[in-house]
Nanobody, 118 residues
């Protein structure tokens, strides 16, 4: 059973930075895509950033230029560096991994809370 464990969430002031990490129980090379999603209270879960196993990245418009997703293959982790944080970034952030073979399968972490507030 694949396990994804997020860490690095917390309380930060507007304009501050946080770095989230997602540790996978298996080699991240086995996943075609890894991503970060977030869900704010009363809102639907939304895609924040995605990275493929060929290091192609994509971001939600709301975080472009502020967030950076990266892979550390040696540590089997995917990281999300979040800079210039805004109160509207407050949400539970979830790590996601997708494996396409032998059949498309989604894996999720338990989530980590990020609160941006003064």
């Amino acid at each position: 059973q694949v396990q994804l464990v997020e860490s690095g969430g917390g309380l930060v002031q507007p304009g501050g930075s946080l770095r989230l990490s997602c540790a996978a129980s298996e080699s991240i090379f086995s996943f075609n895509v890894m991503a970060w999603y977030r869900q704010a209270p009363g809102k639907q879960r939304e895609l924040v950033a995605v990275i493929t196993n060929s290091d192609v990245t994509n971001y939600a418009d709301s975080v472009k230029g502020r967030f950076t997703i990266s892979r550390d293959n040696a540590k089997n982790t995917v990281n999300l560096q979040m800079n210039s944080l805004k109160p509207e970034d407050t949400a539970v952030y979830y790590c996601n991994a997708v494996r396409l073979n032998p059949r498309p399968t989604n894996y999720w972490g338990q989530g980590t809370q990020v609160t941006v507030s003064s």
